[in-house]
C-alpha cells in the first residue's frame, strides 16, 4: 500500500497551511495563533469533540470510527512551537516574524496531523477512537509533561501513542525507526566555583575559582570515559565558561559554568548526576574553593515499546516499501518521551531529503514528505482498529 490518493490530492492544501505556519512561527506556549488555526480546522474537518487549552495552549481532537466494538483509542501527537532564531532561507513562506523560526520541521508535523485529521474525518474506516494531539512547547518547555499533567492520556482513555518527527538526511518520505532508546535524556547543569578574587601579580593571595574550574572542566570528562560503561551513551558538555571580571589583569572571585548531560539509559543518567555532584565538589575542594551546583533533570529517553515499534515499522514498509529498523540513537531529546512514559507507542522518523540539519537558519521542512507522513498516521490507524 503506497501513499493514499487522497493525500496526494489534498497535497496542495496541506502545503498551504505549512507554509502559513512556516511564516507565522510561535514560540513555546505562546502558539496561540496556530492552535488557534488548529482548532478551527479540526471544527471544520467534523471532529466529533475539539478541546483546546490542554497543557495552556495545546489542543486535542477526537475522531471516532464507523463503530467502536474494540474499545482501543489511539493517541497522534504533533508540535506547533518554532525556535527563537532568525530564518535565512530566502524563501517566498519565510518567516515573517524577527527572532522567531520553523526550523525544526513542527509546521510540517501539524500540518500532517491537520491532513490526517481531515481524512480520518471524512472515511472513518476504522472500528474504535482516535484522539489528535496538538501539543505547544517541545522546544525546551515540556509541553507534553503538561498536557500529560492536564490528564490528557486518562481523560481519553488512550491506549497507545505515536509520533513523528522529520530527518534530514534521509530520502524523503522514507523512514527509520528502533525499539527502545530512540532519542536521549537531557538534563542541565549550572555550576559556581568560588574562590577568593585578587591581583593577577599575587595569585598566592588568592584562592583561583578559573584554575579550579578549568580542573573541573577536565574532571566532568571522566564521566563518560571513566565512569560509565563503555557499551553506554553519555555525553557531558560544559558549553558555556564566565567569571564576574573580564580584566586581564584581575583573578576573579567566581566562575561560572553551563552545561548539559545526554543519557539513553535511565540508570546511566542517574550515574551521571551522581558523579558530576561529587567530581565538581571535591575538585573545588581541591584546590580550596567550594561550587554550588544547580542540577535539574530534562526530558527523559524517548523509549519505543518493542511491539509498537514492530508495528510502527511494519506501517511504514507498507507506506514507503522499505523501512530502517536500526536507525542508530539520537543523542538530541524530545518531549514526546512524557507520553511514552505514559502509555506504549513508538516515534518514528521521516525522511526530509538532502537539507539543512534542523535548528539550522536555512532549513525548510520539504512537503514532498507530508503524503507519506499523513498516510503512515492514517494506515496506523485503519490497520490497529481495523473496521
Not at 503506497?2 to 497551511?17: D, V, Y
Not at 476504522?126 to 492520556?153: H, N
Not at 538534563?187 to 578574587?197: C, Q, S
Request: some cysteine; charged content about 20%.
Amino acid at each position: 500500500m503506497p501513499i493514499k490518493n487522497r493525500f496526494a490530492e489534498l497535497l496542495p492544501e496541506i502545503t498551504a497551511w505549512r507554509h502559513d505556519f512556516h511564516e507565522h512561527p510561535e514560540i513555546l506556549y505562546e502558539v496561540h495563533r496556530t492552535a488557534g488555526i488548529v482548532a478551527e480546522k479540526l471544527r471544520e474537518f467534523g471532529c466529533d469533540e475539539v478541546v483546546e487549552g490542554i497543557g495552556r495552549t495545546g489542543v486535542v481532537a477526537v475522531i471516532r470510527g464507523q463503530t467502536d466494538t474494540s474499545g482501543r483509542t489511539l493517541g497522534l501527537r504533533a508540535d506547533m512551537d518554532a525556535l527563537p532564531m532568525e530564518e535565512k532561507t530566502g524563501l517566498p513562506h519565510a518567516s515573517k516574524t524577527p527572532g522567531a523560526m520553523h526550523a525544526c520541521g513542527h509546521d510540517g508535523h501539524t500540518s500532517i496531523l491537520l491532513g490526517t485529521a481531515k481524512y480520518l474525518a471524512e472515511t472513518r474506516r476504522f472500528d474504535g477512537t482516535v484522539v489528535l494531539i496538538f501539543q505547544p512547547a517541545e522546544e525546551g518547555g515540556a509541553g507534553g509533561k503538561a498536557m500529560v499533567d492536564d490528564g490528557l492520556m486518562e481523560r481519553w482513555k488512550i491506549d497507545e501513542v505515536y509520533g513523528l518527527h522529520n530527518m534530514p538526511g534521509i530520502p524523503a518520505g522514507e523512514f527509520a525507526i528502533r525499539p527502545g532508546a530512540l532519542l536521549a535524556s537531557a538534563d542541565e547543569f549550572a555550576i559556581t566555583i568560588n574562590g577568593k578574587g585578587g591581583h593577577a601579580a599575587q595569585p598566592h593571595t588568592t584562592i583561583d575559582p578559573v584554575v579550579a574550574s578549568a580542573h573541573v572542566i577536565v574532571a566532568l570528562q571522566s564521566v563518560a570515559s571513566r565512569n560509565a560503561d563503555p557499551t553506554k551513551s553519555v555525553v557531558v558538555s560544559v558549553c558555556t565558561v564566565k567569571s564576574d571580571t573580564e580584566s586581564q589583569n584581575i583573578i576573579p572571585g567566581a566562575v561560572a559554568l553551563r552545561g548539559t548531560v545526554r543519557t539513553l539509559d535511565p540508570a546511566i543518567r542517574d550515574l551521571a548526576e551522581t558523579r558530576i555532584r561529587a567530581l565538581v565538589t571535591s575538585t573545588a575542594e581541591a584546590f580550596g574553593a567550594t561550587a554550588e551546583i544547580d542540577y535539574k533533570r530534562g526530558y527523559p529517553v524517548t523509549m519505543n515499546t518493542p511491539e509498537q515499534t514492530d508495528f510502527a515499522a511494519q506501517i511504514a514498509e507498507k507506506v514507503a516499501g522499505a523501512v530502517t529498523t536500526d536507525i542508530p540513537p539520537i543523542m538530541a531529546a524530545e518531549d514526546f518521551a512524557y507520553m511514552l512514559e505514559e502509555r506504549p507507542g513508538a516515534y518514528i522518523m521521516l525522511g526530509n531529503g538532502d537539507t539543512a540539519m534542523v535548528h539550522h537558519p536555512a532549513y525548510d521542512f520539504n512537503d514532498e514528505a507530508i503524503p507519506a507522513g499523513c498516510s503512515w498516521f492514517a494506515e496506523l490507524v485503519e490497520t490497529r482498529m481495523p473496521a
